[in-house]
Each structure stands twice: as structure tokens, then as C-alpha cells.
């Protein structure tokens, strides 16, 4: 019997209420491991300690920061290979992915760790004479952390890092899919040297403790990835609270991927295939929405349905494996109905679909490639969130770029072309907040903003120094010396 993995509260390791375990997707029968679950009590302890730690963590130096930031970033690197083995027996992806993940994880901390040391304020005349005006930014206080399942250690990094950079304290809601990693990677942070209360972590439901920290009138800022309809309910209950809460939401995506005649059909074929099924298409930057014009959409719909055909389906640790399986029954359910709907509107399963089965038992997709789709159909509209993407033929490039447009999102959206005339065309007028040339719309750097338009995103960016907008606040003080 394994032991329960504990929460992390007020520099303490606690037992919860209940247990919640997670399920290998690849093996059913596997359970990765158990996991005390907090409850509203627990929770609200949670924030009183990060509370109670906020003025001591907000004065600690920028040397401080950095060495707690930059332990962290070693050890997850060293790391690396056992950490990303949990990840993709826990999540799902392929063990290179998961390894690429928490590499990256391990590359937010080292940037933010130097981000402590470049937190300059500025100075400046005021228009009056002999007064001084002084910029300087300081920490919100406590910021509460919900994140999703598909990227379960780079996503609370590029939360966790720059809070902790910036002087903010944390209370971490890990989605309640993947708490083997939030776990390792808070275990890695409770061992970097900050103070009890600066970090904690509350494995838990959505509707208990994430309810309890997006109402709560002690936490000042809520950063939130996921669904839309959490998004929306979160954005909501920030706005009516007391304390009026700060908030930065990043939601879905529709993709869109444009390929041109005079595009490299190789290049065209390894980003649209990269962007919409590797990690199993469980990316808010997945390209959905393949769209191709005339003169090449024949020769590339039989291209990528050729390399569809190439790529091995099956348990995410095995050696050789492309797409891992879907995170869980409920996740591969959405992704049945949308290719069942895909096929009632009348768009062409051109390849894949269906449910696939191998030596373990685990949530197998065949990838799904729809074509004669169009972009008023749901599977054009709505996202999916799995390995299922549908070609719209347009006529030209100014018709593909009004239907790359044409969507209630905005996060990603990339263009394959050898003409830079059209390729400088497309990334002025892409209304997205993210877009690539010749190159898969998922899968960004940590250093530079991530972040969309539209109803994919709302508040300031993340990643990169421009996270600094969210996790302070700027203060302007006038001096008068006399
Ligand atoms: N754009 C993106 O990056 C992502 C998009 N999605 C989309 O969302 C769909 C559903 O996935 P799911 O994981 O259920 O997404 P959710 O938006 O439901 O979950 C994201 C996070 O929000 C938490 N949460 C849920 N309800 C509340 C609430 N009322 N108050 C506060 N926190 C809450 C969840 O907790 P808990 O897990 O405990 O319920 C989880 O930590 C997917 O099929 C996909 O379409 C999902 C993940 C990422
Ligand atoms: O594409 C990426 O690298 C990041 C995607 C992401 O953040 C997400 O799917 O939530």
C-alpha cells in the first residue's frame, strides 16, 4: 500500500478529508498513486497562511528569490527523465513530451530566478518643480492558482515562478486529473528555502477549492487556465467580490492552420500534423482548423492522411509511440461526440476516429482527420480538445485568412507559405495573439508572452518579463525633499 501524498499548508505537510487517486490513461488498471484531498477549512488555512507570509516574502531580497528560484529550476532539470516518466504515465503524453515539459518547467524558474535581479524601478521630474516621482511595482499578495490537467508542470511553472519572483505568496489548486506532478513539483519548491506559508498547495475539486479561493477576500489575484465555461464563472465571481480580485484567464482555441499553394507540402504537412495531434491535440494551442487553398489541398489532404497513417498510437511509455492516449473516458467521450457531430453535418471522416485497441487498457484514439468541412460547422467553431482537426478548402489566401478570422477565438494561428509577401500579410492581420510561419501553432518559447485575443484569453500575458503586469502593481510616489 502506498502511502497518501499530503497537501502542503502553512510550511506543513497535512492530511485531507477525503483521497482522490489518478488513473494511468494509458493503463486503467494503474494507479498512479492516492492523494489527500483539501477541503473549504483546509483551503482557507491555506490562504490565511499565505497571508500571514505575504509582508515578510514581499520585502525578502531579489537574492532571496533567485537562489530559492534557481534551486527549483535544478532540481526539476536534474530531474528530468523521472519526473516527465510521471507526467506521462499520469497525463498521457509520450514520455519525450513529458520530458520536454519538465525541462521547460525547469527553464521558467532559471528565467524567473534572473527576473528577480532585474526588478528596476524607474525615476522621473515631476511637472511641478523640485518634486521627485518614483515608478516601482510591488506584489499583489496572495495569488490563487487553478490550472488544468494537459500541462501539468509548465503550466503551474509559469504561474508558481513568477509569483514567487515578484514577491507574491501562493496557494496552488492543481487540476484534480494530475496531482502526481503538481505534487513532485511542489515538493521540489517546499525544499528551495522559503518561508512556511509563502507556498502551498491544495489538491482538491473545482467546486470546493477552487470556489473557496476564487471568493475568498484574501486573495488578491486569481490566474486561471481551462475551459471557457470555468473562465467565465471565475471572471464572475472576481468582479462581485469584495476586494474586487485581479484576474488573468487563459482559455480554448479554434486554431487556425493556413496552407498555401506555394507552400513546402513537407514543411505544410509536419506542422499541421506537430500543431493537431501530437500530445494527443490536447492543446489550447492545437491547430484544429486546417485551411487550404485549391491548388494545394488534394495533394496535402493526401499527404497528412498518409502520415496519419504513419504514427503509433499506444501506452505514452512506450518507446517509439507518437500520440499517447486521452486523458480520461470523460475527455474521449467530447471527443466521440464532436466526430459523430463532425459526420451528422456532413463534413468527410477522412481518416481515423475510431476507438483503438492495444495491450493495456487505456483511452486510444486513432487521430481524426475531417476534410469538405466548412466553417460554420460545430467541429469548425467549437473546440474539441483532442486529436481531431478538419480541413476547409478556400480559394485563395484573402478568403483564408477571413476564415482563419472568422471564430469567437484568438490564440494561435499560424500560415505555411514560401512568400513573405504573404506571410508578413498574415502576421499584421491574424487576429490572434500568437502566430507562426511555417511552424506548428503549438509549442511556444518560455521567455517571450503567451497569450490571445478574443474570447481565448483575458487580462495581462503570461511568460517573460511581461508577466510582471499581473503579479504587481504599480506605485507612483511624489517627493517633495523641502
Ligand atoms: N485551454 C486550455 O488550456 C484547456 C482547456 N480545457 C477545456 O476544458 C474542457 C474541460 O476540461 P476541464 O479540466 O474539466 O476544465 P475546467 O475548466 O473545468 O478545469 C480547469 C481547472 O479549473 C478548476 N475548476 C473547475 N470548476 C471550477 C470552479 N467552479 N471554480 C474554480 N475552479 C474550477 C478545475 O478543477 P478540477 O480539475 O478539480 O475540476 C481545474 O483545476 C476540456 O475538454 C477542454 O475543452 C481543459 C484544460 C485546458
Ligand atoms: O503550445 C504550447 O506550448 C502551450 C499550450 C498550452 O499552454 C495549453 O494547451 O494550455
Given at each position: 500500500m502506498t502511502a497518501i501524498l499530503k497537501n502542503f499548508i502553512g510550511g506543513e505537510w497535512v492530511d485531507g478529508s477525503a483521497v482522490t487517486k489518478n488513473i494511468n490513461p494509458s493503463n486503467t488498471?494503474?494507479?498512479?498513486g492516492e492523494y489527500a484531498k483539501a477541503d473549504k477549512a483546509q483551503t482557507e488555512k491555506a490562504i490565511a497562511a499565505a497571508k500571514a507570509a505575504f509582508p515578510a516574502w514581499a520585502q525578502s531580497t531579489p537574492q532571496a528569490r533567485y537562489d530559492a528560484l534557481n534551486k527549483i529550476s535544478l532540481e526539476i532539470i536534474a530531474r528530468k527523465e523521472e519526473l516527465g516518466r510521471l507526467l506521462a504515465r499520469e497525463e498521457g503524453k509520450t514520455l519525450p513530451e513529458g520530458i520536454g515539459e519538465v525541462a521547460r518547467a525547469g527553464q521558467i524558474f532559471a528565467f524567473f530566478a534572473g527576473e528577480a535581479l532585474r526588478m528596476i524601478g524607474e525615476k522621473g521630474a515631476s511637472v511641478r518643480p523640485g518634486i521627485d516621482v518614483e515608478l516601482t511595482r510591488e506584489p499583489m499578495g496572495v495569488v490563487g492558482m487553478i490550472t488544468p490537467w494537459n500541462f501539468p508542470i509548465a503550466i503551474p511553472a509559469w504561474k508558481i515562478a513568477p509569483a514567487l519572483c515578484y514577491g507574491n505568496t501562493v496557494v496552488f489548486k492543481p487540476a484534480e486529473l494530475v496531482p502526481g506532478s503538481a505534487h513532485a513539483l511542489s515538493e521540489i519548491i517546499t525544499r528551495s528555502g522559503i518561508p512556511a506559508g509563502v507556498f502551498n498547495l491544495v489538491v482538491g475539486s473545482g467546486s470546493v477549492v477552487g470556489q473557496t479561493l476564487i471568493e475568498h477576500p484574501d486573495v488578491a489575484a486569481i490566474t486561471f487556465t481551462g475551459s471557457v465555461q470555468t473562465g467565465r464563472k471565475i471572471a464572475q465571481a472576481c468582479v462581485t467580490s469584495s476586494n474586487m480580485k485581479k484576474f488573468q484567464l487563459e482559455m480554448g482555441g479554434k486554431n487556425p492552420l493556413v496552407v498555401l499553394d506555394d507552400a513546402d507540402l513537407k514543411t505544410a504537412v509536419e506542422v499541421a500534423v506537430n500543431g493537431a495531434y501530437?500530445?494527443?491535440?490536447?492543446?489550447?494551442?492545437?491547430?484544429?482548423r486546417l485551411i487550404v487553398t485549391e491548388g494545394i489541398h488534394d495533394r496535402f489532404v493526401a499527404a497528412v492522411t498518409e502520415r496519419l497513417k504513419g504514427l503509433t498510437v499506444d501506452d505514452?511509455?512506450?518507446?517509439?509511440?507518437?500520440i499517447g492516449p486521452v486523458v480520461d473516458q470523460s475527455q474521449l467521450d467530447q471527443d466521440l461526440r464532436y466526430i459523430k457531430i463532425g459526420q451528422d453535418e456532413?463534413?468527410?471522416?477522412?481518416w481515423g476516429g475510431e476507438l483503438l485497441k492495444r495491450e493495456t487498457p487505456g483511452h486510444y484514439l486513432q487521430p481524426a482527420l475531417f476534410t469538405?468541412?466548412?466553417?460554420?460547422?460545430r467541429i469548425s467553431r467549437e473546440e474539441v480538445f483532442g486529436p481531431v482537426a478538419a480541413v476547409i478548402r478556400a480559394k485563395n489566401y484573402e478568403e483564408a485568412l477571413a476564415i482563419s478570422n472568422d471564430t469567437e477565438f484568438g490564440l494561435a494561428s499560424g500560415i505555411c507559405t514560401s512568400s513573405l509577401k504573404y506571410a508578413s500579410h498574415y502576421k499584421r492581420n491574424s487576429e490572434s495573439g500568437m502566430v507562426m510561419v511555417n511552424l506548428p501553432t503549438a509549442g511556444v518559447d518560455y521567455h517571450v508572452p503567451f497569450g490571445g485575443r478574443k474570447g481565448s484569453s483575458y487580462g495581462a500575458r503570461e511568460q517573460g518579463s511581461y508577466a510582471r503586469e499581473f503579479y504587481t502593481t504599480v506605485k507612483t510616489a511624489y517627493t517633495y525633499p523641502g
Open positions: 488498471n494503474d494507479v498512479v501530437f500530445s494527443t491535440g490536447q492543446r489550447c494551442t492545437a491547430s484544429s505514452a511509455l512506450k518507446a517509439g509511440v507518437h456532413g463534413a468527410k471522416l477522412a469538405e468541412a466548412n466553417n460554420n460547422m
